[in-house]
């Protein structure tokens, strides 16, 4: 076991979230060096750490993986190739390990015997006691190695966990990932949040390319796409279709910004559609397995159904799983598109996808709280935007959920839900008892005032970054309402919901 560990290993190692060990690093509890943290030091935070203490990490992972939905399922033992070469690789340090062992033996054998050839020799006299002193202390030194101590149990999870999962650093970001059971390596990218560059993920565009630059990756999957001999040599390989046999280092590029995803055109299945409440469908679609969606959280796309009836949406699912896409759908009567989708769309009718659009994303690198202020139906792009937040284990979150009654607030367990399993996560709800979508003058100034108690009640919003979501004249006067508060534009974030 190394005596240096990345957070990411690390946090797995001691059954804990990244982002409390992030927060023992900036408190100067922990101590780190280059985004790298001693055993030692993880040990003095975590001495009672054993091999069962998996709880706080199975507790964010079941979280993430209902945002990854079903193909988490799949999930299993790497991939037998893959799995035996691992083993192999852990059997070379153990022997290895061996050999260093028996080279000392040798050594303190040698060493042996030279002490007792000077022992006999008479003009030594005077040393002889030292080298008495010397014999006894090395004598007691090598029973007390050889006494079979207790095995430290970070060790022991080490060893395993080279074995069931490998790590990922991606240059030049230097975001790092693990590798679990049989996903590729773009799988498990995704799962952790990152935005690698891809486009089909199924090994026929090429977009996934990427260079190994230390470590070993291992070919799972088939893919049409070519890549040249030269290039193979030169270490280019396809995320989506290769697993990683060893910890690996590789230059990709990550989408940084909504200009580095491309516009796409998709045409995807109804896969479910269903009332969430009298006036909210829930619509699930599902893309060919060939030809997914890639987007941002927070991103919305146009739909289009029927005869070219078409809406801008808000995706209300993660980015993690690319292939079933959710939206919120209100009724708007009279709206061609909401009376298509609310009455005529049946299960397995194509809806056409283009996009994706819109800039209300996460800011990743900002470290404050982030707080979201829901207003009815702009819960579905925070939806997204907090389920990539925890695939990130970005705790610190607060939601606001305000509603023109009780029935707009039409997804309260979910809230509910995050709150309960995560200790950083914060959820309210308010019942305004008035319509969000039509504010007058009276009707601003009592909106206001709810924020106001809202924001004089908790200290973190004033620390954090905050997200608006909801009807365009809402979203207006509460970001109005922020930047009047002195909150810099950089920390303020809108989407206007339909
Ligand atoms: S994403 Fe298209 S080849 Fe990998």
Same mark, same amino acid.
């Given at each position: ?339 298509? /989708? &609310? #009455? ?8 056409? !996808? %283009?996009?994706? =659009?819109?800039?209300? @994303? ?11 202020? /829901? &207003? #009815? ?8 935007? !907090? %389920?990539?937040? =925890?695939?990130?284990? @970005? ?104």
């Amino acid at each position: 076991m190394s005596d240096m560990l990345s957070i990411t290993r690390a946090a797995r190692l001691v059954g804990v979230a990244r982002s409390e060990l992030q927060k023992k690093i900036q408190s100067g509890e922990m101590a780190s060096h280059d985004g790298m943290i001693g055993v030692d030091s993880l040990l003095n935070c975590y001495p009672n750490a054993e091999l069962e203490d998996t709880s706080e990490f199975q507790r964010i992972n079941q979280i993430k993986e209902r945002s990854f939905g079903k193909r988490v399922l799949e999930r299993v033992l790497p991939d037998a190739e893959v799995l035996a070469a691992r083993i192999t690789e852990l059997g070379k340090t153990l022997s290895l390990s061996q050999e260093q062992v028996n080279k000392f033996n040798v050594l303190l054998h040698r060493l042996w015997e030279k002490l007792d050839q000077l022992e006999t020799q008479d003009d030594l006299s005077s040393s002889k006691l030292i080298i008495n002193d010397l014999k006894s202390w090395i004598k007691k030194e090598v029973e007390l190695a050889m006494e079979l101590g207790t095995a430290n149990p970070l060790a022991i999870k080490d060893s395993m966990l080279h074995v069931m999962t490998a790590q990922v650093t991606v240059l030049p970001s230097k975001h790092d990932f693990l590798v679990d059971g049989r996903d590729s390596l773009l799988e498990a990218a995704m799962r952790a949040g990152i935005p690698l560059n891809y486009g089909c993920s199924g090994g026929n565009c090429g977009l996934c390319k990427a260079k190994v630059v230390s470590g070993e990756v291992k070919k799972t999957r088939h893919h049409d796409f070519v890549i040249s001999h030269e290039e193979q040599d030169r270490g280019y390989f396809l995320l989506c279709s290769n697993t990683a046999v060893s910890d690996v280092t590789l230059e990709a590029p990550v989408a940084g910004s909504v200009q580095d995803i491309p516009f796409q055109q998709i045409e995807a299945k109804v896969k479910m559609s269903g009332h969430i409440s009298d006036d909210i469908l829930l619509l699930h679609l599902q893309t060919p397995r060939t030809h997914r969606l890639r987007f941002l959280a927070g991103q919305r796309v146009t739909l289009r159904v029927g005869q070219s009836f078409s809406s801008q949406l808000s995706i209300a699912s993660c980015p993690c799983d690319d292939r079933n896409v959710l939206f919120h759908i209100q009724r708007q009567t009279g709206n061609l598109f909401s009376d298509y /989708v &609310f #009455d005529r769309l049946k299960l397995n009718d194509t809806v056409e !996808i %283009e996009g994706p =659009l819109g800039e209300f @994303i996460l800011h990743e690198k900002s470290t404050r709280p982030l707080c979201f202020f /829901v &207003f #009815d139906n702009g819960f579905a792009p925070v939806k997204s935007l !907090i %389920e990539h937040a =925890l695939s990130l284990e @970005i705790e610190n979150i607060r939601l606001y959920w305000f509603g023109s009654s009780q029935q707009h607030i039409y997804l309260p367990n979910v809230a509910h839900s995050w709150a309960d399993a995560l200790d950083n996560f914060y959820y309210e709800e308010h019942v305004l008892g008035f319509d969000l979508r039509s504010l007058n003058a009276n009707r601003e100034k009592m909106l206001i005032k709810v924020i106001e108690n809202v924001v004089a009640g908790d200290s973190h919003i004033i620390q954090g970054d905050v997200y608006i979501a909801g009807a365009e004249l809402t979203v207006n006067v509460v970001e109005k309402y922020f930047l009047g508060k002195g909150f810099p534009k950089t920390r303020v974030s809108v989407e206007c919901v339909k």
